[in-house]
């Protein structure tokens, strides 16, 4: 029997884009062929099919995969607080425990308080604190680490906090 193609050994990985955007929205083709040309510059890159109509046909290459980017890729996610302090020389306890559970999980403080102004509508925070993380996962991991337990507990009592997740890029 013939070779068909020169495929490099298992295991494979597949990496597979999903859209909740249609060919008629504005962009969307764009985006998608912009997609492909950064998949197909990845080592290990050996195709693609679409369901989109007049994509590119599949095509393959004879590289082996560089498993090292498995995982790497990951969408960060913005953890926004809007906090307001009711004990502040116990919640200066919160501050100090927390800062290495947060680095632990791959957060890291984009703003820590600070002045801020309020451009549009009727939202009146009072401090905002705002965290990048790897990926969901990760904030969840924070979240359910033993280490933080007694810490969300001490939060709970020295300040009320509106917390929001975002996808980020």
């Known amino acids: ?13 597949a990496v597979i884009f999903t859209s909740r955007c249609a060919v008629e929205h504005e962009g969307y083709g764009e985006m998608a062929d912009r997609m492909v040309e950064l998949a197909s510059e990845q080592s290990g890159f050996l195709g693609i099919e679409s369901a989109r109509e007049g994509s590119a046909p599949a095509r393959s290459s004879e ?6 980017l498995i995982g790497r890729e990951r969408m960060p996610v913005y953890k926004i607080v809007d906090v307001n302090v009711r004990d502040p020389e116990a919640y200066e306890d919160y501050k100090r425990g927390v800062a290495p559970l947060i680095e632990k999980h791959g957060g890291e ?3 820590r308080g600070g002045d801020f102004e309020v451009v549009e509508g009727d ?3 009072s401090r905002l604190v705002l965290f990048r993380f790897p990926d969901r996962a990760s904030v969840k991991a924070f979240y359910e680490d033993p280490e933080y337990q007694d810490l969300l507990a001490l939060r709970h009592r020295t300040a009320d906090t ?4 975002v996808d980020g890029c």
């Open 63 to 68: 590289s082996k995969p560089d498993t090292g």
């Open 1 to 13: 029997m013939s070779e068909l193609s020169n495929t490099p050994e298992p295991p494979y990985y």
């Open 123 to 125: 939202w009146t925070p």
């Open 109 to 111: 403080y984009l703003v």
């Open 162 to 165: 509106r917390i929001v997740l």
